[in-house]
């Protein structure tokens, strides 16, 4: 059973069209949730940390937020720039070693 | 600061091939994890460490070892590649009082 679901798998948006992107996770004594960004053939780099339900942090046009079932990443006016993968991921009172557990990513694409 | 490496970028195999995977940091940090990324699946934990001269499994270790007997350094082997072993594989690493992992640039493999 995925403990780490995101929606949805692809987005394709217009320039300064603002959406959302969910990822809905089940675990018990969560530590932190966490989102990345992924571009082709690259590493994931590192966005935001939340920790707590009603928690949100922003960068840039982004803005992620929490609840306790589900964490959300805002995008505000999007550029052909903001193009990549965006990966959720928890880690809970069973992570090995503080391990990450991922979702699948949602691939966004903005269009000029 | 190069942050987190990994070498070779890319690299094909015939079944049965053996090879190792080095990952190597310089940000002096205790934790290094090993990931495997397969398309339609999050990134997995294949191995971890906690620090110098140790090492455990994580979700994925069948197939592969794992030492550390570098701080800095973390090398995957696989002693005989399968088809199944053909992933893009990625090294992350962290500091104990952070929760952020930094990851690297990702190693290609092919299994033929």
């Excluded at chain 2, 110098?52 to 592969?64: L, N, S």
């Amino acid at each position: 059973e995925d403990q780490v679901t995101q929606s949805p798998e692809a987005l394709r948006l217009q320039e300064g069209e603002s959406s959302s992107l969910n990822c809905s996770y089940t675990v018990s004594g969560l530590r932190g949730l966490f989102w990345y960004r992924q571009d082709p053939g690259k590493g994931p780099e590192f966005l935001f940390t939340l920790y707590s339900a009603g928690e949100e942090k922003e960068k840039e046009r982004l803005k992620a937020t929490l609840t306790k079932k589900e964490s959300f990443l805002h995008i505000t006016a999007p550029k052909p720039e903001d193009s990549a993968t965006y990966l959720c991921a928890v880690q809970d009172g069973r992570s090995s070693g503080y391990a990450l557990n991922f979702g699948k990513g949602t691939s966004l694409l903005v269009t000029p | 600061n190069a942050g987190v490496t990994q070498t070779p970028k890319f690299r094909v195999l015939k079944t049965g091939q053996s090879m190792t995977l080095l990952c190597a940091q310089d940000m002096n940090h205790e934790y290094m994890y090993w990931y495997r990324q397969d398309p339609g699946m999050g990134l997995r934990l294949i191995h971890y460490s906690v620090g110098e001269g140790t090492t455990a499994k994580g979700e994925v270790p069948d197939g592969y070892n794992v030492s550390r007997l570098k701080k800095q350094n973390f090398l995957l082997g696989l002693e005989s590649a399968a088809p199944s072993q053909t992933s893009v594989y990625f090294c992350a690493s962290r500091v104990v009082r952070s929760v952020e992992q930094f990851f690297g640039p990702g190693t290609r493999l092919t299994v033929l």
